[in-house]
């Protein structure tokens, strides 16, 4: 049986050391039997991969892709090694996360202690923002995004659904009166958002229908913690997930209004991380240990 894992490492190491000569030092190997190696793949395949001069080595298209695939695969099989070897224990590395605020607080932050006994070896990067966040720009492995899908290259998990809801506290109620209609919103400090996504809207259920309706306040915030703080504080009523505030809710800090009126106000939760490649063990496994566990929390608040 040929040494087809053999090949693909003796080849890689090639490319990047740049010439036969110095990959052949590197590898211990003659550069005669390098060269020979290389030849005899270009034979089975039936293309060349290797473009040779004097000078300087470069690829063909065929051995780019060839390059390619090959890195990919001996990474996989390294984490093959490490898994079987070790145990899923062993996987190590730095997985690089993005959530809103909220969501990271409530939902993946109380996790993270199980999944470092779990994994110990696994460093998380964890960056919160209500911002959408660019996976490749900013190296993102996974982000958990509350919303609408709109790139269409990312692979997406569901983790549940967020449902809004309109709220305010006790006090402020009992100070400003507690809004009956969606016409009541007028006279009433509708605390919101200031990034560009965000318009100054609340879709809200109006005759059948659900409608537009701009609000205004005294504060825009550019994340939904610092909206729920100043709600329990008496500043103004605002619209959050239910994930958000159900604790508060519960604990009697928070009532919710208008709810006919946000019937059906809803938006999907979802786990996003970039399709198209060998996804990296230590994203596999922070992937499946999390989202079962993410589903359980929307669910339930456990």
Known sequence: MDNRAGEMQV?????????????????????STVSKLIGRMEDRLGVRLVERSTRRLSLTDEGRLFHERSVALLAEL??????????????????????????????????????????????????????IVDLYLDRTDIAFRVGPLTDSSLVARKIGVARRQIVASPDYLKERGTPITID??????????????AAPVWPLREGGRIVDRMVGGSLLANNGETVRRLVL??????????????????????????????????????????????????????????????????????
């Open 11 to 31: 080849f890689v190491r090639v490319v990047e050391a740049g010439s036969f000569s110095e990959a052949a030092r590197q590898l211990l190997m003659t550069p």
């Open 233 to 302: 504080a008496g500043v103004g009523l605002a619209r959050l997930g239910d994930f958000h505030v159900r604790d508060d809710i519960a604990q009697g800090h928070l009532v919710e209004v208008l709810a006919d009126a946000g019937h059906g106000d809803a938006e999907d939760v979802h786990a996003l991380y970039l399709g198209g490649q060998r996804m990296p063990q230590r994203v596999r496994l922070f992937l499946d240990f999390m989202v079962p566990r993410l589903q359980a929390f929307m669910r339930t608040g456990a």
């Open 184 to 197: 009541d919103l007028d006279h009433h400090n509708c605390l919101g958002f200031n990034f560009r996504r």
């Open 78 to 131: 390294d984490d093959i090694e490490r898994e079987v070897g070790h145990g899923a224990g062993g996987a190590s590395g730095t997985v690089r996360v993005s959530a809103s605020v909220a969501f990271g607080v409530l939902g993946i932050e109380p996790l993270l202690r199980e999944f470092w006994r779990t994994y110990p070896n696994v460093i998380v990067d964890l960056s919160l923002s209500d911002e």
